[in-house]
């Protein structure tokens, strides 16, 4: 860990940085880099260009690169010295649509600070993370005393389809001793957080079918079963009377002892009074090692077109988070089998890939670097210790990171907060916690040029 000394020059270092810093951050907000949206290639093209250019001003190396006609990823380098660790820095510069502009309290592309957060789409998720490297960079004055190569990716938001031909084609570029990944969430406000394992995710659609055709429901409703109730009654068996997943064969674990209140489980997810939280044992277990399954789309007829017709076919999307531990194609299969195995009324079921798939992942948080992430998070968190969390949902790279580099410590960090709103309307970066994020990571870099990485 850092002198005294080191860590108050670095505190200082990064207060000073921060208007700078802050001020490119809010450049990248303003540029709408959404990657679902072909209509906005330029802007991501754009966001790539300009997200190269800040650290090409800090003396790196820079690079825009692709593979498989994927979207522009940026990659800045900064050699070791002779017999320091390289360290990857990581984050993305594509963000997602911004939804309904009219349920903004301010315009997604134009940075807005109100009370304390800075709010804008991007803001958080995941350009404070490009911004944070920068801190930290520009906090060791642009020379940090570690080798860094910094990897913005530009199209984490779609599922990063061409990343595992990115990290084949580019290992050698890419290759360090320390993965710092900055696309996760602190446990709260002003207490930080450290993720060692994540959900996978796959999905299906599912179609019943009943009938060849719509038939009157006066002439043969009461005899002849429609495809909506058919699909309905099959959707049920997917969990039993308590909510727990109902699928034979999936993995279930435990997760770490975390004092989750179901209070403030129920405030962040915005549940409605009166509604139970379903599934049994602890919330956590519940939330980041056992099995969720959701219906995340319907495609039937729409209220506005309905008339009296039994109608004879109807589909659904199912979305599977698998449990750290179990993969997604036995995942899926068991899915399948559970779907086909469980038709109501003979109806005829047919069962396809929905296109998401995400490994799930468990990072091993031991060692020297693990142990230097912790000092440096007590340190900028004034003392408070990080807490060791699963994440519900799934970051499907990390498991591509793992598989290309087996060798590496993995860090998983990030600048989000329960009340970050990411992905959703007025999304925003808590002012206060990015500082201490930035001041983290710069104490990290200056621990790590005292420590040799050992595989995990």
């Known amino acids: 860990m850092s002198s005294p000394q080191s860590v108050a020059s670095l505190r200082q270092a990064v207060a000073g940085v921060l208007p700078s810093v802050r001020a490119d951050l809010e450049a990248l907000v303003r540029i709408p880099s959404v990657s679902a949206d072909p209509a906005r290639l330029e802007d991501v093209r754009r966001s790539a260009e300009a997200t190269e250019a800040l650290f090409r001003a800090e003396g790196f190396e820079t690079q825009i690169l692709s593979a498989d006609g994927g979207a522009p990823a940026v990659v800045a380098t900064k050699p070791a010295a002779e017999g320091a660790p390289t360290v ?6 594509d963000v997602q649509p911004e939804g309904d502009r009219a349920q903004w309290d301010s315009e997604p592309f134009e940075p807005t600070e109100r009370g304390a957060r800075l709010y804008g789409r991007g803001a958080a998720d995941d350009k404070a993370g490009i911004a944070a490297h920068l801190a930290a960079i520009r906090a060791h004055g642009g020379s940090p005393p570690v080798g860094v190569t910094v990897f913005v990716e530009g199209e984490e ?4 389809p061409t990343l595992e031909g990115f990290l084949t084609e580019h290992q050698d570029l890419l290759r360090a001793d320390v993965i710092v990944i900055a696309d996760s969430a602190n446990w709260d406000i002003g207490v930080p957080a450290l993720t060692t394992s994540l959900r996978g995710l796959v999905d299906v659609v599912v179609e019943v079918s009943t009938l060849e055709h719509g038939v009157h429901s006066g002439l043969y409703g009461g005899v002849v079963p429609d495809a909506v109730t058919a699909l309905m009654r099959l959707l049920a068996t997917l969990h039993d009377d308590e909510g727990n997943v109902a699928v034979e064969g999936l993995v279930s674990g435990r997760a770490a002892d975390v004092d989750y209140p179901e209070d403030r489980l129920r405030a962040e997810a915005a549940v409605l009074d009166g509604v139970r939280l379903f599934g049994s044992g602890s919330l956590v277990d519940r939330l980041w090692t056992r099995p969720a399954i959701a219906t995340i789309g319907l495609d039937t007829t729409a209220i ?3 008339s009296n017709t039994l109608i004879p076919s109807a589909r659904a999307q199912v979305s599977l988070r698998l449990a750290p531990g179990d993969d997604t194609e036995s995942a899926r299969r ?3 089998e559970h779907l086909v195995a469980n038709a109501p009324w003979g109806a005829r079921v047919e069962v396809t890939s929905g296109g998401s798939v995400a490994e799930p992942s468990v990072i091993a948080a031991e060692g020297p670097v693990h142990d230097a992430a912790r000092a440096a998070f007590r340190e900028a968190w004034d003392g408070t210790d990080p807490v060791d969390v699963g994440i519900g949902g799934s970051i499907p790279f990390i498991a591509a990171f793992q598989e290309a580099f087996p060798e590496a410590a993995v860090l998983v960090t ?8 990411a992905h959703g309307v007025n999304e925003g970066l808590h002012l206060a916690e990015f500082e201490r994020v930035c001041l983290a990571e710069a104490l990290l ?6 420590v040799r990485p050992s595989s995990p």
């Open 88 to 93: 990857l820095l990581y984050a993305h510069h």
């Open 157 to 160: 938001e779609v599922g990063s």
């Open 304 to 306: 506005a077109e309905a």
């Open 334 to 336: 068991r899915l399948t």
């Open 414 to 421: 990030g600048v989000e907060d329960p009340d970050t709103r």
């Open 445 to 450: 870099l200056a621990s790590l040029a005292e």
